[in-house]
């Protein structure tokens, strides 16, 4: 791999226009894990004109439900879930500040519209690499949602996280791109 | 007839399930190893290293593969000279799994699936029983994560469709997965018998050990050429792009209407995750 590269949260604008899809970054900072359940809850939240339990600009979300954290360790494995699920609910989200998505597979066109109109990225982390990615996690705290169980909102404080450019604003797309370079 | 206790199902299903959630097999590993070597692009190679440092780190800090420790599929294999003691055969397989996902800090995923809430030990098991001759019960134990399972399919073909029909079949499957359900992934087909057991044979193949071919060389060939296929999709590891999207493919076959050709495409991710006890 080329040159490593290193990004922090909370992510700015000077970040986002130096991520190019297809590339490898280190992520520090402080993440939020969300899926299913969370998301439905924020935008549940957000149509009865109530405040989001997180202040979510210049913010990332994580899809995630970890598995429980052994004694004496932050997390237990923590890879991302499928997206595809939280495309109904992202865009609402990215109009509202949020900056970042970290998971796994393909985003629906709306999305990817939305990465681009409101200067966003998403972020591939590798999926059923839940205990390299518990290596990235120096601490966690439930934020809301206690009761969802793992699907609970919880703060992760990370420390060079791996993850891979997927969607940028530019309007690439690495699972495109990728097919085009590689089918026979 | 040999009696075989309630308590040894249970202990050795709890086992089981940790082993294989925390220990990637041996045969995996091997497997991504030479991955790295045949995948073309550097994204591809970059994946199969973390894939691998993974494992290690799962093996030593005793933590799951991935955290989608899957609904907890069992085949179960029993002896007919066997006679089960102690208790209900079902209420213990739950037991073992109710206790390897507590004890093991396993995710429970298991939930109603309209009111979405978590039955909070990961059971019911997903239980496949059959009784075969002999004196001894195998266990198989095959942790499924919602993400590969998600792209699977069974369809009716019709008979005319034949080979080209099922291969165009599977293809489709592999290529609407795309990056989602976690490449490189593993293919199962099953073809033939009805709606019911095609998808059941489809599973099964995913059971048979990486690398070995159908015993019956005509399948054996077919599964080289669905093989080949998907692997010039392009999706590549993690859909990133490259030269190994699958692993492997296996099929399993058998006798079917003669009106249906059924075919069961069942897709398992990378994390592989299959262990077996014989008691």
Redesign the interface.
Known sequence: MEELKHINTPVDEKTIKELKAGEKVFLSGYIFTARDAAHKRFIDTLNEGKELPIDIRNQVIYYCGPSPAPPGKPIGSCGPTTSSRMDTYAPKLLSLGLKGMIGKGKRSQAVKDAIKQYRAVYFGATGGAGALLSKSVISSTIIAYEELGPEAVVRLEVRNMPLFVINDIYGNDLYEMGILKYRR | MREIHINEIINSLEKLFIDANINLSQSVLECFERSIEKE????GK??FR??I???T??KE?????????GLAVTFIEIGQDVHITGGNFIDSINEGVRRAYKKG?????CCDPFS?K?TGDNTPAIIHTKVVPGDHIKITVMPK?G?SE?YGEVRMLVPSQGWEGVKSFVLEMVNRG???P?PPIIVGVGIGGNFETSALLSKEALMEPLGKRNDDAAIGALETELLEAIN?????P??????VTALDVHIKMMPCHIASLPVAVNIQ???HRIKEAIL
């Open positions: 073309e692009s550097p994204a970059e994946v973390e894939l440092k993974n494992a780190i799962a800090e005793k933590i799951p593969i991935c955290q989608d420790t800090y396993l995710r429970k995923s979405r978590n994560g993400g998600n795309g990056p989602n976690c010039r999709t392009g999706i590549g993690q859909g990133y792009g490259g030269t991710c990378h994390a």
